[in-house]
Every structure is written in C-alpha cells, then in structure tokens.
C-alpha cells in the first residue's frame, strides 16, 4: 500500500518524463496499449500547460488567412478566440529590418506577409519618440479547430478569412507559426495599460491558458476563462492565482488526461461545493502567509445558482476574500442540456421539451445579480467576453476588492442554444442589446445607497424600455428569433408565441427593476 502523502506525490512528477512518456504515447496513439499504470497515471496527475502540446490540424477543413494590409491591430481577433489559435507581436522596427537584411527569400516572404505598419502600433509610438513596432498576427494550426470566431469579431476590417487549408497548405502555416515562436516577446513599451485589449500582447498573459483543450469549436465559455485569466495574470503575475472549479464542461475540456491548458494550479472540486472549497483554499492559504494570492472559484449556472446556490451564499456572507466566476450558459451543457434556473422562458432543452402540454420552460429565470448584490458587501458584475473593457474592468475590479466578488458572465453554448460555431461574440452583443442580459457593475465602495453602488453603463438607451435599430424597438425576441433553442416559438412567418411575448415582458420587468436600483428611474 502507498502510504505517500498526496502532496508528495507531486515530488515525484518528473515533467520531462512526463512530457516524453505519456503525451507522446497519447500523441502517436500508443498510450491506451503500452501505458504502464504508475503513480502519476493512476493518480491523474497533470502538469501545468501540457495542452500545448496537442495537435488539433487535423480538426476542421478550414483555417483563417491573414491579410496584413487591412489589419488595423484591434486585437479582437486574439482577444476572443476560444482556442488560444491566434496570436499578435510587435517586433521593434530596427529588429524587423535587421532580420530582412539577414533572411533567406522564404522567411523575407513571411516577415513581410505577417508583419506591417499599423497607425496603433507604428505611427503613434513614433509621434511619442517610440521606436515604431511592427504589427503582426499568426495562426497556430494545431490549435485552430477552424470555429471561424476571428473572422466574426474581426468584421468589417476583412483582415481575416476562411479558407481551405489545403490553399496554403498546413506546412506554410506551421512554418509561419515557427517565426512567431522566433521572433523575441513584445517589448512593454508597445503594451500600454490603458488599452485593456492589449493584454493579449503579453506573453504572461497569452501562456495562462494555453490552446490544446478540448472545448467545442466556438466555446463561449473558453474565452470567459482566457480573459479572466490574462488580466489577473497581468496584474499580478504567474503565480499569483489559484482555481476550484466546480465539475462541468470547464473541467472536462479542461482536464481531458494528460492535457491541461492552465498554467495556473487548479483542482476539481464537486458540484455542489466549489465555492466553499475555495474557502479552504484561501483560509490554507492565509495561514501560509499567501494572503496576496487569488483564489478564483469557477462554475456554470446550474453549478452556482441550483446545486450550489447556498454553498455560495454562505462563502458570501463570511466576507472572504475569494473570487467567484459563474459561466452562465443557461443549461446544463456538460449533461446533456437540460435546464438550469438560469435558463430563459420558453426556452427548450431536455427536461424543458417543446410541445402541445408545455412551451418549453415555464420557470421564471433566477437572476444571479439581484442574488448575490443582496448579500452585504459583495463586489458583483454581469458582463460578456463581447464587452472586452467591461470585461477586463469587471474582473481587474474583482481582484482588487478586498472582499467576496461575483463576476457573472454569458457564456454561448452552440450546441445548446443552437447557434454557429463562430457566433459566441455576435450573440453576447445581441443578448446585450435586446434586454436579455444588461451589462452592470455593483460596487460597494462606491457608497451606501444601492443606486451610487450600481452602475448599468456599458448598455445601450439607458433610460429607455428597450434600445433601437432602424427605428424599431430591440428586444428579446429578435434575440431569441436568433437561436434554435426557442425555434419552436415562431411560426413560418416568424411570429412569435404567446410564450415567447411573456419572455419579452420578463426580460423587460427585469431591465426596468435594474434601473430603478441603480437610480435611472
């Protein structure tokens, strides 16, 4: 019998032989004959990053072409892939014409194909004495499962397209990926703290979840977790965070043996528990003079607001200082789909089905925000990886109150809400837009009164019912019109159900209680 410490067992964690033995016997297939069941195996145990290592180009036709002429180095594109795919640098200009001057045609070819100008990264930085950068964005092939997020967000610039990888090849996209690996970091002179989006340029940042998960192509909650974890690393550092993370779709694409994307330490907690599991972690952690350090408790709507609902509550009320990321999906995606109490009126799922005795669901949606602001003292924010300031603002604020925080953030679900793998980012706007899920930030130390601590900006017509386009009123149901989860709902004209005009009327109610709590009206 092993009478070995569990903590020791890391001790005898050789990540080489790691790395040699075990994910390359999963990577060439031998792993599941040959495997011999040690420690570490029958353990589990895996080191940080190891994802990397997986090779996903054999996933998907397509791959996006980079179009350096028109890229503007927004930064969306890396920002909101899912699979940690595409990557940006800048490359000091000096440095970019010396390796000109000393490449062979074929790498010549490429510094220019994926390198230019850009006013943000060149003309700005030379007005200010800067030495101008060059912009430049590279795919990863064996990360890319081709969800065609990038080319989404990138929009109307067209710096990005779909194409078929035998266009180019998988070669020339290794090659081109093999010159970022080359080229030195991005200097932090051209990384400016203000510009949140840029975060992604730190290599800190990019490594704190790596591609080589096991997501669904498009993942809407993967880039939640990308975010959160590139600006807590950026503030803080590489070793400044540690995660629980409550069973769900998070866990396992994140912990599918041997791969993990993490950089960062985390465990897998049950269901019900992750958040007072965290409370272990910080009280652990605060006795081991690690006070510093944040913990970050992650799960899913049905993890937080069902099963675990009062696990949180309690976590609340102790004023600790822990951090709490709910990926509202409204379902149950790591199950099968069925519904949550976060889950929208009318919409189907398993355990909701549509039909002549019931329209779908009936419940009315619990709102985690109107929970949890409830509480005393707790930082609270609802937000979308769309949203990218809002975003990084939530969670940066998150980090530095000193106290319990809840940051709720929509997460798109394609298989279960029926929607194209490249569609996470254009439906969180939408779902923001329509009423369906308001952005807001609830801050305790802004004041006393709910409506100084609560704050709704970041959403369109604040004062109004519902926003606008080409004149017409914005709401759920052009959202829900969007998605295969509430098909049912519309006849062959598109009319909505009698169903489908309450949901409207309870996205509504919600909309106008948040306002009153925060003073609009």
């Given at each position: 019998m092993n009478t070995q410490a569990p903590s020791d067992l890391f001790e005898l964690l050789d990540v080489e032989d790691f790395q040699k033995r075990i994910i390359d016997g999963y990577n060439d297939g031998s792993a599941e004959l040959e495997l011999e069941a040690d420690l570490s195996v029958a353990r589990?145990?895996?080191?940080?990053?190891?994802?990397?290592?997986?090779?996903?180009?054999?996933?998907?036709?397509?791959?996006?072409?980079?179009?350096?002429?028109?890229?503007?180095?927004c930064m969306e594109c890396v920002t909101e892939c899912p699979d940690t795919a595409i990557l940006a640098k800048v490359v000091g200009e000096e440095d970019y014409n010396s390796r000109l001057d000393?490449?062979?045609?074929?790498?010549?070819?490429?510094?220019?194909?994926?390198?230019?100008?850009?006013?943000?990264?060149?003309?700005?930085?030379?007005?200010?004495?800067?030495?101008?950068?060059?912009f430049g964005i590279f795919v990863d092939p064996s990360k890319c499962?081709?969800?065609?997020?990038?080319?989404?967000v990138c929009g109307e610039h067209d710096a990005l397209k779909m194409v078929e990888k035998e266009e180019m090849g998988l070669d020339w996209y290794r090659k081109s990926f093999q010159l970022y690996r080359d080229l030195p970091a991005t200097d932090d002179k051209y990384i400016n703290e203000k510009i949140l989006i840029d975060m992604m340029l730190s290599q800190g940042a990019v490594d704190s979840f790596t591609g080589g998960h096991g997501a669904c192509m498009g993942c809407g909650e993967v880039t939640a977790l990308r975010m959160m974890l590139a600006a807590t690393h950026f503030v803080y550092g590489p070793e400044a965070i540690g995660l629980v993370a409550a069973t769900g779709c998070n866990t396992v694409y994140a912990s599918t043996y041997p791969y993990n994307p993490y950089q960062a330490p985390w465990m897998n907690s049950l269901f019900e528990n992750a958040a007072t599991t965290a409370a272990g972690v910080r009280l652990r952690w605060d006795q081991a003079g690690f006070a510093d350090k944040k913990v970050w408790a992650i799960g899913g709507d049905g993890g937080m607001l069902d099963i675990g609902l009062q696990a949180m509550s309690r976590v609340l009320a102790s004023g600790m200082n822990i951090n709490i990321?709910?990926?509202?999906?409204?379902?149950?995606?790591?199950?099968?789909?069925?519904?949550?109490?976060?889950?929208?009126?009318?919409q189907e799922s398993k355990l909701s089905m549509h039909g002549k005795a019931k329209p779908g669901k009936t419940e009315h949606r619990k709102e985690a925000a109107q929970i949890v602001m409830m509480h005393p003292d707790v930082f609270v924010a609802q937000t979308t990886p769309a949203h990218i300031n809002h975003f990084y603002r939530s969670i940066m604020a998150a980090n530095e109150y000193e106290g319990p925080s809840v940051v709720i953030v929509y997460t798109t679900c394609q298989p279960e809400h029926g929607v194209g793998d490249d569609m996470s980012s254009h439906q969180a706007k939408l779902a923001v837009e329509t009423r369906t899920y308001p952005l807001l930030v609830h801050d305790p130390r802004n004041g006393d009164l709910l409506s100084e601590r609560l704050s709704l900006k970041g959403n369109p017509a604040l004062k109004e019912n519902w926003a606008q386009r080409d004149g017409k009123d914005l709401t759920f149901i052009d959202f829900a019109s969007t998605e295969g989860r509430f098909r049912k709902h519309f006849d062959a004209n598109g009319s909505p159900s009698e169903t489908m005009k309450a949901a409207e009327k309870d996205r509504l109610k919600n909309w106008r209680q948040l306002q009153e709590m925060a003073g609009l009206i």
């Open positions: 589990s145990i895996i080191p940080p990053s190891t994802a990397q290592h997986r090779d996903f180009s054999y996933i998907g036709p397509d791959i996006p072409a980079f179009s350096q002429e028109d890229c503007v180095a000393e490449a062979d045609e074929e790498t010549t070819e490429r510094l220019k194909h994926h390198l230019s100008e850009t006013k943000k990264f060149h003309t700005v930085p030379a007005k200010k004495g800067i030495e101008p950068g060059m499962k081709g969800c065609g997020e990038c080319v989404e990321l709910i990926l509202d999906t409204q379902v149950y995606s790591n199950t099968g789909g069925q519904t949550s109490t976060a889950t929208f009126h009318g």
